[in-house]
């Protein structure tokens, strides 16, 4: 029976999680529910800067022929370049071992002092649910030694190098959740771990490779022989907090992993547009899914208890993505993907009843402009919410700021966007706010420095934060902006060489300020600067080369007339016109065309000082 279950493969969530519940009641059946406990460590969870980490109270030897480390983790926010999850540290060598995450290479490595088994991942592969790592180091008393990499229950890498005696091997020291750039210190905030850790253990031997797949299957609990994930054995640095749970949810999917909630009431169009927008689609009914379970589970795990989904009772309402069409009921993305078990949905009373709704467990039809939640799910291939607008200093230099955000979950009733390392976008509601009057602000907000923030204009507040739109300075300066000053911000998920309406439609970027209206909301012919000229730039000053090298300038002599020839005199006047062109640096250009007459730029743009000769 374990077998059967463990080999179903489905992507439908009602079956997977499903099959993954009856796994979990078969475990406590089989096994005594105190085996099992075990507890996540969360490191910065809700994305603030503060130095965290675990110690263990022993140290060890390095004097085994073998080593193995695993663990399970979940990342939260990206903290510089390279964020350690684990070190172990030597007094003559301070990365003797080591697990760190790469996000520039997007690579895990499992590292002996400067040799490393490595692991490519994806960001939502590491973000959504808990992962597994087992890292293997052997042949120690040997002239080669091996280090191996398992992931998620696979080995996928593997390296040698010829075995060095370290000079000094005793009382090395674990530290989780940051790198120890000298024995047992060196603390660097840039390198920490922001997310959660749980059974970390360390033996001195090798596991074998059903060990490792028995752990990664949550099938076996092991305590490690030199370290062992028991609470009593860390000394514990900053707010880091504890959550318990048995042992098989630390191996369930998680739903939101699946699946994202726009809890703000809106439209069915507005809803399959959000949806899209955040890398998914409308969830369906009558496509093989248990729609009680469904619901249930949407209702217990979604936490839309306190948003305007719910009634007074504590039942959800959300859109379905099915439309009726031709008396049956079809998936509102392919009019050929026919609906079954549907027999229970009432026709629609009205022609204009064409949307589907599940309103408090009960499907229903719905006119499509009424006002619902929706809940979205993920597509395999998602796309990255790009910040456009923050001045470089803030964003790639003090990283302040992100470039990429992500939904991730509800904060004061509405969508919450978190950025992937050092920033977030909430909510701030204001008083008696609803939907029906919002009140309050969208905040972008850094976590390094939480004076710094952004402020979305309130008449955008009645919409999500997505698009093209004006925001002001908060109460402190930065990027050269003073408090109060508007600034056009853009929150999109539109590629390369396209241009972002305001309402966050994309059309490619040849279209813009081309004199002809593309975007629905006009806004591609709008604000056409072709020129952007420096607030401190000055005309009376020739550029300056950014290189050691001379700038070219390009002369032109134009001779338009001799109106006098003195031969006598050896003398003549001339009429002539002087070109000079140079590039300037201190220049920007944006939306030129192709129709290179619409590139005009007005004289009193430039205020350059005439040359007399």
């Not at 369930?252 to 809803?271: E, G, N």
């Not at 975007?519 to 020129?531: A, G, Q, T, V, W």
């Not at 401190?536 to 032109?556: F, M």
Request: with cysteine; hydrophobic share 30%; glycine share 6%.
């Amino acid at each position: 029976l374990l077998d059967s279950l463990l080999q179903e493969n489905t992507h439908e969530i009602s079956k997977s999680r499903n099959t993954m519940r009856q796994w979990n009641l078969l475990l406590l059946i089989l096994y005594p529910s105190e085996n099992f406990g075990e507890f996540l460590s969360g490191f910065q969870p809700t994305g603030e800067f503060q130095i965290q980490y675990l110690k263990y109270k022993d140290t060890f030897d390095w004097v085994a022929p073998a080593y193995s480390v695993c663990f399970r983790f979940q990342l939260q926010f990206q903290r510089g370049k390279k964020n350690y999850l684990f070190s172990y540290s030597l007094p003559e060598t301070p990365e003797k071992m080591n697990f760190f995450l790469s996000h520039t290479e997007k690579k895990g490595s499992f590292c002996i002092g400067e040799f490393c088994s490595e692991v490519n991942y994806n960001d939502d592969q590491i973000r959504d649910n808990l992962n597994t790592v087992c890292g293997l180091v052997f042949g120690l008393k040997t002239n080669i030694t091996t280090v191996r990499l398992f992931f998620a229950g696979d080995w996928v890498d593997s390296d040698s190098f010829t075995t060095v005696e370290d000079e000094e091997k005793n009382k090395g020291i674990v530290m989780l959740g940051q790198e120890q750039d000298k024995y047992g210190g060196g603390i660097d905030i840039k390198q920490s771990f922001s997310g959660q850790i749980t059974q970390f253990n360390i033996w001195d031997r090798k596991l074998t490779d059903e060990e490792v797949n028995d752990f990664h299957n949550c099938e076996s609990n092991p305590k490690g022989s030199l370290v062992s994930w028991e609470r009593e054995n860390w000394n514990i640095k900053g707010d880091i907090t504890f959550e318990e749970m048995e042992l098989p949810e630390l191996c369930r999917i998680k739903l939101t992993s699946l699946v994202k909630t726009i809890p703000d009431p809106v439209d069915f169009k507005t809803a399959a547009k959000l949806c899209q927008f955040i890398s998914g689609t409308v969830q369906s009914a009558g496509f093989g899914e248990d729609p009680n379970l469904i619901y249930q589970e949407f209702k217990e795990e979604l936490g839309l208890q306190d948003t305007e989904c719910v009634d007074a009772d504590g039942d959800i309402s959300y859109w379905l993505g099915n439309f009726y069409d031709d008396g049956v009921w079809v998936n509102y993305l392919n009019s050929t993907h026919k609906a079954s078990n549907m027999e229970r949905v009432r026709v629609p009373k009205t022609p204009e009843e064409t949307c589907l709704v599940n309103a408090y467990g009960r499907i229903r039809p719905r006119l499509c402009n009424r006002l619902h939640c929706a809940v979205c799910r993920l597509t395999k291939k998602t796309h990255d919410i790009n910040l456009l607008g923050v001045c470089d200093e803030e964003t790639m230099v003090k990283e302040n700021f992100d470039t990429l955000y992500v939904p991730s979950g509800i904060r004061n009733r509405r969508m919450y966007i978190r950025g992937v390392g050092s920033s977030h976008i909430y909510y701030e509601p204001g008083e008696s706010d609803s939907s029906e009057g919002r009140t309050g602000q969208w905040v972008l907000q850094s976590f390094k420095d939480p004076r710094l923030l952004f402020r979305l204009h309130k008449k955008f507040s009645n919409s999500l934060p997505f698009g093209r739109l004006t925001w002001e300075v908060g109460p402190y300066p930065f990027c050269d902006l003073q408090p109060g000053t508007e600034v056009d911000l853009t929150l999109s998920d539109c590629p390369d060489e396209t241009f972002t309406c305001n309402d966050a439609e994309c059309i490619p970027l040849a279209k813009k300020c081309d004199q002809r209206i593309d975007c629905k909301d006009r806004s591609d012919e709008s604000n056409c600067n072709y020129l952007q000229v420096p607030s401190r730039y000055s005309g009376d000053q020739g550029p300056r080369s950014t290189s050691r090298e001379p700038i070219p300038i390009y002369l032109n002599i134009s001779i338009l007339a001799y109106p006098v020839i003195n031969t006598i005199g050896l003398q003549f006047t001339v009429d002539f016109y002087i070109n000079l062109r140079w590039y300037d640096g201190r220049l920007s250009f944006k939306d030129l065309n192709a129709q290179t007459m619409l590139n005009s730029v007005p004289t009193s743009a430039l205020q350059v000082s005439r040359e007399g000769f």
